[in-house]
């Protein structure tokens, strides 16, 4: 587990206040996969994770995790892969590279 950093950029503290305003669900999420990342090749903050296990963070559904990710996406927050064979995202926290 790697230690939560957020940039203290103005452009960064936006970005995350107007999360904050469109979906509390997304912002808490994206926190949850900054907790639960490792970092690789110094500032990547790479994660595996399934639906299950971000929808048991969250205490919600798997629909709101998927409405989440997409938020996250939308504002190019996060990228990520899915791995169908086994059923988990491989996600890049894409907050401190703004």
């Known amino acids: ?30 926190f949850f996969l900054m907790i639960e990342s490792d970092e690789f090749f110094g500032r990547h903050q790479v994660t ?6 971000m929808a048991a963070y969250l ?3 798997k629909e709101t995790v998927r409405v989440a990710l997409n938020v996250l996406r939308k504002r190019n927050l996060i990228s990520e892969e899915y791995d169908g064979k086994n059923r988990n995202f491989l996600i890049e926290v894409l907050i401190n590279k703004n």
């Open 1 to 30: 587990m790697a230690s939560t950093y957020i940039s203290h950029h103005p452009k960064t503290k936006k970005l995350l206040a107007d999360l904050a305003q469109e979906s509390t669900n997304a912002y808490v999420l994206l």
């Open 59 to 61: 205490g919600k559904s």
């Open 48 to 53: 595996y994770q399934n639906y299950d296990s």
